[in-house]
């Protein structure tokens, strides 16, 4: 896995953490494209 795709993965779990859904559905959307 590259470093940037784990970038992604860790700024979308520090997303969840914050349980702001609105900013977890578009991250979780961008992090799937």
Do not use: R, V, Y
Request: proline content about 0%; hydrophobic content about 55%; charged content about 20%.
């Amino acid at each position: 896995m590259s470093l940037i795709k784990l970038t992604e993965m860790s700024i979308w779990m520090l997303m969840l953490k914050e349980k702001d859904k609105s900013l977890s559905i578009s991250s979780a959307i961008f992090f799937l494209h």
